[in-house]
């Protein structure tokens, strides 16, 4: 098995930058996709962006395309996303998954972090 923790998020300003941050332990990340997801208040998950084993495919919700980046580094096992440009509908819990495949759907991850917090404030 694979554990998963999240960290990096915080309170931004509208228009603000964070880089959350997932490491594994266990089993090297290498060996999964990594996604992650988000969970605003009152709405159900959503994909956010997925990234494959060597990070040479990566994919974006669109409502995130063009202000968030997905990345990893094996070596530390260690995904990373890079959101900027945030905006007040950004606001939730962030959540990186781990899986055998790269997928749109959170039923195809096995393993999840706990998640961390980003607000963003207007």
């Known amino acids: 098995q694979v554990q998963l923790v999240e960290s990096g998020g915080g309170l931004v300003q509208v228009g603000g930058s964070l880089r959350l941050s997932c490491v594994a332990s266990g089993r090297t990340l290498s060996r999964y996709v990594v996604g992650w997801f988000r969970q605003a208040p009152g709405k159900e998950r959503e994909f956010v962006a997925s990234?494959?084993?060597?990070?040479?495919?990566?994919y974006y919700a669109d409502s995130v395309k063009g202000r968030f980046t997905i990345s990893r580094d094996n070596f530390k096992d260690t995904a990373y996303v890079q959101a900027n440009k945030l905006k007040p509908e950004d606001t939730a819990v962030y959540y990186c998954a781990a899986g055998s495949r790269s997928s749109f759907s959170d039923y195809e991850y096995d393993y999840w972090g706990q998640g961390t917090q980003v607000t963003v404030s207007s």
């Open positions: 990234i494959s084993w060597t990070g040479g495919n990566t």
